[in-house]
């Protein structure tokens, strides 16, 4: 191995010195994956191998600090090793129990600056991937610093394509996925998911972001990708007093996409809960809304004659969810601010004051006689002072009425959200990321559980505020109310092995009316009913929304069956098959049961595939519902067209997954004996 290494060094053009450099190694507990960190000619680097193959290439670590020059480093030393192998168990998530199986390497970096003259960097290697941090330990309690730039490389060998979009987009992170030569990459979000042609999966992600900003990737067109930090309005890149520690940069390693979908890194890699009663107050389920019928434009967030939020039109959807056995309805447009530019008056919102036809003493009352609960809804405008100012009144007004989730929103263009003094903040940079756990923690105090739409990206922060339950961060199902183009097919076989790396999302699925009066294609839902279906098993979250108006559904109670009977808490997870941008197959347990559901779903190309169903228990027998798509669907020009059969089957069978262009097929596996 160490051969093999100082070959490719040579090779790359890196100075002979580093064969006499002092290395230290670790390997992950399966010894899948290899760490080596040294210093040579000034550069701390570090390369990552896979079952003793080179997967990055020597790459450069450290940060630099405002007043300093960049650091050179002269040496490593005081290495330090563990192992852990324990197992914790989620209040609420895709998978009950999580294994935390990692060996752990930190060594100190010496350098000739006063800042960088002696930094820990600590690996966690797991056998699907690892994660790295800095530890500036050193820094004296109450001395102010800055970081200008963060050195981390990530040298690919090789051919990937890559699934990104270009940061920094005025819209946030709510955009399509290209796939690109990842050569082609300038600035990407992470997650950054790449398929290189030696059969791996990478995804590459950060863990843990607390107090620091959120990171892209700059490529240089020559397959090194390098940390790129959301900047305050003076350009610094992180603001810090004292010692601190940055998030884990993390990179997943696999041979499948479901290697990378399966992983826990991200919630290892984070402390455990600050909320350790949470299960006593927030449970995951489902819920409807006015929501989707402002999106087409049938009702309003403003007051007036089709002002949506109104005490009749909330108790309408109380007395549907309740009949049909949801535990919320998500209600928004009800506070003072929506007249007019609400966006460019963010400023103006109140998060105490109803609109006076909006009753929400009388609504919550209502929804408690029908065992239903007001969801609540904090649209911020990106006036995020305003709402600051408002935080503790606005969590105390909800719990005074019983609330026990808030949807919040920040629709305001990424670089325009204004701090305290005036200046334009990007939606993840340092300010943000503070401001988005000051919600969690205020919210927590009132014991309120948040879904956060615009929000900063999930980095895992769910395991240590488990009230962080969901959030938006990408191209969610309102695009297809109006987008031009609306989400083609192959957006949802992307964003399980993209965005969702980093959490759970709140996509709001359910669409049966998928034309809702368009005949263009790319101005509707692109999908068939089935596929509807099966988005509550392959996108996962807490919290579903049946986002569509209730009367569709009423149309159509065979196929809304399968949205009531479907869990969004589970005890297994298990990504099945799937190609990115292709199709995707997943199986999930319900948390304490002996059911599984399984969703599947394909891109614009009809596919058929054999399932082998050895999920299943062995010798026990299921009655499996089964929810496909019907004869000549197509979400083109047949979207409704759905079949609803019933069979027998064991963990022996093999069924065929026949799935029509943008078709997708749900099924619950019902133990029967």
Known sequence: MILRSLALIAA?????????????????????????????????LYEVSRKGNVVLAPSELGLTFKGE???????????????????????????????????????????????????????????DGFGFRYDYAGIPAGQEVAVTAERTQFHTLGAYQAWWYQGLGQERDEYLYTQTDARRITLAETPLTMKGAN????????????????????????????????????????????????????????????ALADSR?????????????????????????????????????SSGMRHGATTANVERYIDFAAKYGFSGVLVEGWNLGWDGDWIANGDKFSFTKPYPDFDIAAITAYAKSKGVQLIGHNETG?????????????????????VRSVKTGYVRHAGDILDRDGKGEWFAGQFMVRHNLLVAETAAKYRIAIDAHEPVKDTGLRRTWPNMIAREGARGQEYNAWGVP?????????????????????FTPGIFDVAHGKDDVTR?????????????????????MAADLPENYEKNLGAFQFIRDVPTDW??????????????????????????????????????????????????????????????????VNPLAITIEKKVVTSKDVLTLDLAPGGGTAIRFRLIG
């Open 486 to 506: 609306t989400n083609p097919p192959e957006h949802l076989t992307i964003i399980p092995f993209t965005r969702m790396l980093g959490g759970p999302m709140d």
């Open 199 to 258: 059969g791996l999966y990478l995804s590459f992600h950060e863990a843990a972001m607390i107090d620091f900003p959120s990171m892209l990737l700059q490529g240089n067109g020559e397959g090194t990708l390098t940390a790129w930090l959301m900047p305050w309005p003076d350009g610094t890149l992180v603001k810090k007093t004292g010692a601190f520690t940055t998030p884990w940069r993390t990179v997943l390693i696999g041979a499948t996409p479901g």
């Open 571 to 636: 005890e297994v997870t298990k990504t099945l098959q799937s190609e990115i941008g292709d199709y995707v197959v997943v199986a999930r347990q319900p948390r304490g049961g002996q059911d599984w559901f399984l969703g599947a779903i394909t891109d614009e190309n009809g596919r058929s595939l054999k399932q082998p169903l050895t999920f299943l228990a062995p010798g026990k027998k299921y009655e499996a519902q089964i929810y496909r798509d019907g004869p000549n669907a197509d979400y083109r």
């Open 382 to 402: 990106g006036g995020v002072v305003n709402y600051e100012n408002q935080l503790d009144d606005a969590m105390k007004f909800y719990s005074s009425y019983g």
């Open 265 to 301: 890194i991200e919630l290892n890699l984070n402390e455990p809960s600050k909320i350790p009663d949470i299960q006593k107050w927030f449970t995951p389920g489902k819920f409807v809304g006015v929501w989707w019928e402002m999106h087409l434009d049938k009702t309003t967030w």
């Open 69 to 127: 020059t960049a650091a050179r480093y002269t040496a490593i030393g005081n290495p330090r090793r563990a192992t852990s192998n324990t197992s914790w168990e989620q209040p609420w998530g895709e998978e009950r129990v999580i294994r935390d199986n990692h060996t752990q390497l930190t060594v100190t970096l010496s350098g000739d600056t006063a800042l960088n003259k002696a930094v820990d960097v600590t690996f966690r290697l797991f056998d």
């Open 12 to 44: 790359l053009g890196w100075t002979a010195s580093a064969a006499a450099a002092t290395r230290e190694c670790a390997q992950s507990p399966g010894k899948v994956i290899e760490v080596c960190v040294w210093v040579d000619n000034g550069q701390a």
């Open 524 to 544: 509707r839902v692109q999908s068939t009913i089935a596929t509807q279906l099966a988005e509550y098993v392959v996108l996962y979250s807490p919290i579903q």
